[in-house]
Every structure is written in structure tokens, then in C-alpha cells.
């Protein structure tokens, strides 16, 4: 399964209500029109100055049929107000516009107005390998030097996110720099016992959690072959697992611009999935983070 057949599986879904906080963002309007054309969502609620919404729309020549705007002066409100939009059930997706990651998230985040739902939000990326398939990456934008009960966290949030959008079984490569465990680098001692905690059933879902395994011998079954490695995800792995945000993130970017794989991000733990895209990102990029997003959702 690739993006487009992630996409065309929706066409005879429900169509969603997406809620966009702080949407004066050309890009990410642009996205949500196609993704109104394309049958993916049913209405866009966009907050933020409607002056500036307008603007945004109008430099890149979008109608603006299907959206409402509901105004907000400052980033804060809006993300506050569309996290408002979630907690009431009056949107079912809620989506970063063009405000700092951080805010948003505190919006999600906050103890008495907002909407998690998990123990520990995290960032989960889906990229389209070349050989077509989606494969998870996590977490490349939210939790910054997770803790060891973080990263079990972390893990079973990929995990039950896998499942929802039909990667069953998912494998799992929890990522270190070697793929040996080394008592001088506490993350192959924690991808080993995260490695053992699958194999006694420790998640939520099912799952088969291999670790520590380096990126070469995650990706590619030659390369652990060549290192004499007998692994069940070495190659075929469906999610790839980094053990804090800057290796995620490089990892993200490199994949992205280097490698040139389709990329789409979401947050992954409130009450419903969070759409996360940069302002680099391309419009198919963003339109397949608000597909991602919906195919989340279609388990419910
Ligand atoms: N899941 C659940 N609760 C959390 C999480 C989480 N991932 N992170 C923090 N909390 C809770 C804490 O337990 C606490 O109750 C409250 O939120 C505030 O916690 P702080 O003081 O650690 O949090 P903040 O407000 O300083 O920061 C939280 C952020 C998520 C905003 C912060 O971790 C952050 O900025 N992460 C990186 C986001 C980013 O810039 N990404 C872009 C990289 S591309």
C-alpha cells in the first residue's frame, strides 16, 4: 500500500470535518481544497484573522467553497480554539496551519482544555519506500530525549497507529547506531528490551519488535545478511523506530530531500490523529498527511 491506494481506499469512506489552527497558509489551504475535491473531507473550519484567510486564498487562487472561518487574533487562540472545535465533537481532524509547532501542541496538550487521550503523544511519519510499500517512521517532532517508559510509550502508539491503518503485524526495527547491545550506549540497551517486551506481548497490539538493529541492516536484508545478522525485520521492516528527535528528524529530512520518499506526518495520541506538516512540505505531501489522518480515523 502506497499513498495512492491509501487515498483511492477513502474514496467510499466517511468524508471528514478537518479543523486547520491558524490557517493562513496558502499551502495547507490548497491542500485541504483537494482534499474537499477528492472526496476526503466534508468541511474545512479554518481559525485565524479572516482578512489574512482570505489573502492566503486568494494568492493562490482558491475557493474557498466547503470552508468556514471562525476568527482568531493570535496563533495561541487558535490553536485553542480549534483544539475547542475537537473536544465538542463538532470536527473530527485537526490540522497545524501556519504557527510553530510548539503551539499547537500545547493547545493539545493543555491539562484542562485539551485533547489527549493517550498517556504520551507522539509524532508518527509514514514514508513510500521505493518499492512502493508505506513504512513508519517515529518520533521525528514531538518528544525530544524520551525516557525509557517514553519510548515504550512511543512504540506503542506506533504499533496501535500501524494497526489503524491496516499495517497488521507490524515488524519493528528499534534503530541504534550498532547491532549489538553495547553497555556504553544505553539506546541498544533500550531496543533490546524494548525487543523483549514484544516478544512477551508487552504492547497493546501485536507486533514483532527487532533491536537493536543499525539503519543499513533495518533496511535492507543483504546488508544483515552480510553482517550475519538473523533477523525477521531486518529488510522488512514496517516501522522504523529512532530513539530521540534529532536522529528522527535528520533521518525525516535526509529520506525527504536526499532520498526523495513521500512523506507525511501526524501526532498521534489525542483524541484524534493531528495533522503536521512544515511549510516546505508540497501540497501532495500535505494532501497525503490530511489522508493519512482520515485513514486513521477509518477504524472508528
Ligand atoms: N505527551 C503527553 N504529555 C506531554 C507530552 C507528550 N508528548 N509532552 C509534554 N507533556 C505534558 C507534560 O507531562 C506536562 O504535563 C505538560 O505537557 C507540559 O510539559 P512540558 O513543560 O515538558 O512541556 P512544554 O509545554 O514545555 O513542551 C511540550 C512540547 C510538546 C511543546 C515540547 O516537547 C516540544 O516543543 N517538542 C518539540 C516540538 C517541536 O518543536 N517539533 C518540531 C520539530 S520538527
Redesign the pocket.
Known amino acids: 500500500m502506497g499513498f495512492a491506494s491509501l487515498k483511492r481506499d477513502l474514496e467510499n469512506g466517511p468524508k471528514r470535518s478537518l479543523t486547520v489552527a491558524w490557517g493562513l497558509d496558502s499551502g495547507v489551504l490548497k491542500a485541504c481544497r483537494e482534499a474537499l475535491d477528492q472526496g476526503l473531507l466534508a468541511e474545512v473550519i479554518v481559525t485565524g484573522p479572516i482578512d489574512k484567510i482570505h489573502a492566503a486564498a486568494d494568492a493562490a487562487s482558491l475557493n474557498l467553497q466547503g470552508f468556514s472561518i471562525h476568527p482568531a487574533s493570535t496563533p495561541e487562540e487558535g490553536a485553542t480554539e480549534a483544539v475547542r472545535f475537537i473536544r465538542e465533537g463538532k470536527s473530527d481532524l485537526l490540522m497545524k496551519g501556519h504557527l510553530s509547532?510548539?503551539i499547537i501542541?500545547?493547545a493539545v496538550?493543555n491539562?484542562e482544555r485539551g485533547i489527549?487521550a493517550q498517556?504520551?503523544?507522539?509524532h508518527i511519519a509514514a514514508l513510500e519506500l521505493p518499492t512502493g510499500r508505506l513504512a513508519l517512521l517515529t518520533d521525528a517532532?514531538?518528544?525530544?530525549k524520551p525516557d525509557f517508559l517514553q519510548k515504550s510509550q512511543i512504540l506503542d502508539n506506533a504499533i496501535q497507529f500501524a494497526w489503524s491503518i491496516g499495517l497488521t503485524n507490524p515488524k519493528v526495527a528499534v534503530l541504534a547506531s550498532v547491532e549489538t547491545v553495547n553497555p556504553q550506549m544505553q539506546d541498544t540497551m533500550d531496543a533490546a528490551c524494548l525487543a523483549l517486551m514484544g516478544k512477551r506481548g508487552q504492547f497493546s497490539k501485536k507486533a514483532i519488535v527487532d533491536g537493536p538493529l543499525a539503519f543499513d541492516n533495518a533496511y535492507s536484508k543483504d546488508a544483515a545478511v552480510q553482517k550475519g545478522i538473523a533477523s525477521d525485520v531486518a529488510g522488512e521492516a514496517d516501522i522504523f523506530m529512532v530513539q530521540e528527535?534529532t536522529a528522527g528528524?535528520l533521518l525525516y529530512k535526509a529520506l525527504s530531500y536526499v532520498g526523495g520518499l513521500s512523506i507525511a506526518g501526524v501526532i498521534y495520541?489525542a483524541t484524534c490523529p493531528i495533522v503536521l506538516t512544515s511549510r516546505a512540505d508540497s501540497p501532495e505531501s500535505k494532501l497525503n498527511a490530511i489522508a493519512l489522518a482520515c485513514k486513521a480515523l477509518s477504524d472508528k
Open positions: 509547532t510548539s501542541l500545547r496538550l491539562k489527549r498517556a504520551l503523544l507522539s517532532a514531538m518528544n525530544v528527535l528528524n495520541g
